[in-house]
């Protein structure tokens, strides 16, 4: 088992930025590659971004691309994801998620969630 806490969302302006972090108990935190993921109102939960154990391999969305970085470090068993340039369409509920199946871009591949972290992004 692993239990995934995420922090850091909030209300910010269009332009802004944010970090969100998400902390990991349980199993050994650098045997999962993990991701983040993101639902809006009345939308699927979306993949963002993920990242290797080892911190080395990172992938993003299309529309997250040049604006988000997620980076882990193994020693705090946290995962961050940095959000720049803020757009009123990043706003949804912000999940973490850690690895456990065969394609980054699918839910079902994740085993283990977060609660989730509301972000609003206001123009």
């Known amino acids: 088992q692993v239990q995934l806490v995420e922090s850091g969302g909030g209300l910010v302006q269009a332009g802004g930025s944010l970090r969100l972090s998400c902390a990991a108990s349980?199993?050994?935190?650098?045997?999962?590659?993990m991701g983040w993921f993101r639902q809006a109102p009345e939308k699927e939960r979306a993949f963002v971004a993920r990242i290797n154990w080892s911190g080395a391999i990172t992938d993003y969305a299309d529309s997250v691309k040049g604006r988000f970085t997620i980076s882990r470090d193994n020693a705090k068993n946290t995962v961050y994801l940095q959000m720049n340039s803020l757009k009123p369409e990043d706003t949804a509920v912000y999940y973490c998620?850690?690895?456990?199946?065969?394609?980054?871009?699918?839910?079902?591949?994740?085993?283990?969630w977060g609660q989730g972290t509301q972000v609003t992004v206001s123009s």
């Open positions: 349980g199993r050994t935190f650098s045997n999962y590659a």
């Open positions: 998620a850690a690895f456990t199946g065969s394609n980054y871009y699918s839910t079902k591949s994740y085993n283990y």
